[in-house]
């Protein structure tokens, strides 16, 4: 079975995903640092050399490839994911996953967007005035493919530890 986390940016598919990993004893994959390590270079760097139309058909050509692996896994997607090239149609046809969007509210997604903003290179650049309004339209576009997951799990005001046990129930629950 793989586990495929999504979520908007800061919403903790990664370290989340990392310490489910340790709780269920599967192997975690980021989709971004999958295409880093194949393209050699980081995804702002793809993003400003090659561009987002070819970083959006790369991220589905690798996501492709990391679908039809035969191993459980939990896989955390990029922000924007789930929003190209039918990638949500794609996971929702996996027989052998299940998706699980990490559900944060706007302000929550502020606040952790301008906390962290410089490991962000889509906002780095902002001003923190300018975050809300960014954050709160990327959301409104976003939440329909996220809301296509099959499971939804509210992660405000809790710890990357609570909502990973959270998922693990969940998963022990249905496997």
Known sequence: MKIILLGYMASGKSSIGKRLSNILSMRFLDLDDYIIDKEKMSISSIFKKKGEVYFRKIEHQYLNEILNTKEDFILALGG?????????????????????????????????????????????SLGDEKIPEFVAKHL?????????AEYTIKIDHKRKKEVAVEIAELFNQIR
Not at 80 to 89: D, F, I, R
């Open 80 to 124: 924007g994911t789930p929003c190209y090239a039918n990638n949500m149609e794609q996971i929702r046809n996996d027989k052998n996953s299940i998706s699980i969007y990490l559900q944060g509210s706007t302000p929550v997604m502020i606040e952790r967007l301008i906390r962290k903003k410089s490991k962000r290179p889509l906002i780095a």
């Open 140 to 148: 409104f576009e976003r939440r329909p493919f996220y809301e296509q």
